[in-house]
Nanobody, 124 residues
Framework: QVNLVESGGGLVQAGGSLRLSCAAS????????MGWFRQAPGKEREFVAT????????DYADSVKGRFIISRDNAKRTVYLQMNSLKPEDTAVYYC?????????????????WGLGTQVTVSS
């Protein structure tokens, strides 16, 4: 069992930055791929970024590529999402997820554990 708790969300102006954190419990964290997803009001949950178990590979949605950076610290059982050059369309609840696979994954159905989410609001 893995419990995930996101933090770091908030209100920021367009062009600003935020760093989200996701703290995980459970001894198998370092063997899991991790991902960030988001859901805006009235929209489906969408993939944002994913990182391989050892941090050696990452993948991003086209909408955030070049602006967001996913990273992880297995010793701290934490995954991060650095969000730069934020836009109003980035406004959403951001969810952290863990998958019992070591490789990166874009599909939400691949993920076995989910956090409760943290709200990110970008004002124009």
């Amino acid at each position: 069992q893995v419990n995930l708790v996101e933090s770091g969300g908030g209100l920021v102006q367009a062009g600003g930055s935020l760093r989200l954190s996701c703290a995980a419990s459970g001894r198998s964290f370092s063997s899991y791929a991790m991902g960030w997803f988001r859901q805006a009001p009235g929209k489906e949950r969408e993939f944002v970024a994913t990182i391989k178990w050892n941090g050696g590979s990452t993948d991003y949605a086209d909408s955030v590529k070049g602006r967001f950076i996913i990273s992880r610290d297995n010793a701290k059982r934490t995954v991060y999402l650095q969000m730069n050059s934020l836009k109003p369309e980035d406004t959403a609840v951001y969810y952290c997820a863990a998958a019992r696979t070591p490789l990166t994954a874009r599909e939400s159905r691949t993920y076995d554990y989910w956090g409760l989410g943290t709200q990110v609001t970008v004002s124009s």
